[in-house]
């Protein structure tokens, strides 16, 4: 008997949202597909601007360009306070209880929150810029710029995810993978045409501005559309102290997911090797295409892991762990197995400087294939409230991979900041196994037979 028939009556008496039945009830596959489509637009439109934007600045700059991103991505992350996560699993869980003076109240709160703490922090690098480099640099400059970017990203997260947590799992991802790496390269075009300014990082971060800019406004027009009724007849409740209670290790956690893909760049980048930063910035973006299957099924995944435990369907939360983990490696290979053969190819076009990350390349996309067998395990840790966890693992994993780099930059360069990265990718995807098991008392996905798993569904 097909999910629809078995759950659709029983689930609309627990109410259910409708969103989120419609997700099981019409498979995790199908959640995830509008998701996926976008993912992969969105990767294919990243992967011509990388490319246009190292084109028209040079090699060099390109480098300057992805270090300072990475620090710039790394502060917006920092700001959102860890709202990012707990908005995932709140809102869903007081749609589920009917809660909506909380919902509106936390909705507030981790906006206002965010904007504040952001502002702060980009005041602060400026002023240490400043004080450190003054404007003399490209490098200097660029970080001035990119500074300014810190609360626009933040926010936009902040709103995203709200979408998200109301069912719009394909509208919240639209801004950031689509409209803001777009709106970057036709501005960076036009300034450099216009002869605004020079080609070079500068000219890339002021491109990057205005995407931020535009992403924002898309995104906070997305929420307007998507949050539910209830929620603005209802009076916000405010309870920051719960809130701001798991805002350590949440931060914690979303520091160390950026710095993950970030380690090695930023390595690099401080040892003064630019040029090396640039092309590990480029093969670890290839290496997130075989990624995209997980991150979309993690986007259908994440609420509904939420809503699952805080109702205690442990059987459900089984059956949906394993679909995940299965159709992300079935995915997963499709998308690995064609990057790895054309990795050389594909960084050719950035010029022939770029020719030497391809073995990189290899090293982190069998590394997100593991992951991808694992299935959106950080999402069952951070959704069940073992944000603790998941944090100092994952925290554990990026020193790791920190000190690895510093290791092996030395005597295998390029490819010796690749192993560290994958490394401990692999080796936190590990630890998770584990305590998913010991803790949740839930079996890895591909460990599940399939057939009592999809009767539970």
């Not at 259908?300 to 369907?313: N, Q």
């Not at 959106?376 to 959704?383: A, E, G, N, S, V």
Request: glycine share 10%.
């Amino acid at each position: 008997m097909s999910g629809k028939l078995m759950a659709g009556p029983m689930l609309l008496r627990r109410g259910i949202p409708d969103r989120l039945l419609r997700v099981r009830a019409s498979g995790l596959a199908k959640a995830s597909g509008g998701s996926l489509a976008v993912l992969v637009a969105g990767a294919g439109l990243s992967y011509v601007a990388q490319v246009v934007t190292a084109r028209l600045i040079g090699p060099a700059s390109f480098g300057v360009y992805a270090y300072v991103l990475a620090w710039t991505t790394l502060l917006a992350y920092a700001a959102t306070l860890g709202f990012r996560v707990s908005l995932l699993r709140l809102l869903p869980t007081y749609r589920a209880t009917g809660n909506w003076s909380h919902a509106r109240g936390l909705a507030h709160f981790s906006a206002w929150t965010t904007a504040v703490s952001a502002c702060c922090v980009a005041a602060a690098g400026i002023a240490l810029v400043l004080l450190l480099q003054g404007t003399a640099s490209e490098q200097a400059r660029t970080f001035l710029i990119g500074l300014c970017v810190v609360p626009l990203v933040a926010l936009q997260l902040i709103l995203a995810t709200s979408v998200r947590a109301w069912g719009g799992v394909v509208a919240a991802l639209v801004p950031e993978r689509i409209l803001r790496d777009g709106v970057a390269v036709a501005v960076l075009v036009l300034v450099l045409a216009a002869g605004w300014m020079a080609p070079g990082a500068p000219a890339a971060a002021v491109a990057f501005l205005a995407g931020g800019a535009c992403a924002l406004v898309a995104s906070w027009l997305m929420l307007r559309r998507r949050r539910p009724g209830e929620l603005a007849a209802a009076a916000p409740t405010l309870t920051p102290g719960e809130w701001l209670r798991p805002t350590l290790p949440l931060t914690v956690l979303m520091l160390a997911d950026v710095l993950m893909g970030r380690a090695g760049t930023m390595v690099l980048g401080s040892i003064g090797a630019m040029h090396e930063a640039g092309i590990f910035a480029v093969a670890y973006s290839l290496s997130l295409l075989a990624a995209l299957p997980r991150m979309a099924i993690a986007s259908a995944f994440a609420p509904t892991v939420a809503d699952l435990h805080a109702r205690g369907e442990r059987q459900r939360l089984q059956a949906l762990c394993t679909r995940a983990a299965r159709l992300s490696l079935a995915a997963t290979l499709l998308a690995a197995l064609p990057l790895m053969a054309a990795a050389g190819p594909l960084l050719s076009l950035f010029g022939p400087a770029f020719a030497p990350g391809a073995p990189a390349v290899v090293v982190l996309v069998l590394a997100q294939l593991f992951a991808a067998a694992c299935g959106p395990q950080q999402h069952l840790l951070t959704m069940t409230g073992h944000e603790v966890a998941a944090a100092s693992s994952l925290a554990a994993a990026v020193a790791a991979a920190f000190v690895f780099a510093l290791l092996l930059v030395g005597p295998l360069g390029l490819l010796g900041v690749a192993l560290a990265s994958a490394g401990s990718l692999v080796g936190w995807n590990l630890f998770i196994l584990v305590f998913a098991w010991r803790r949740l008392g839930l079996r890895p996905g591909l460990a599940l037979p399939m057939g009592k798993a999809e009767v539970e569904r």
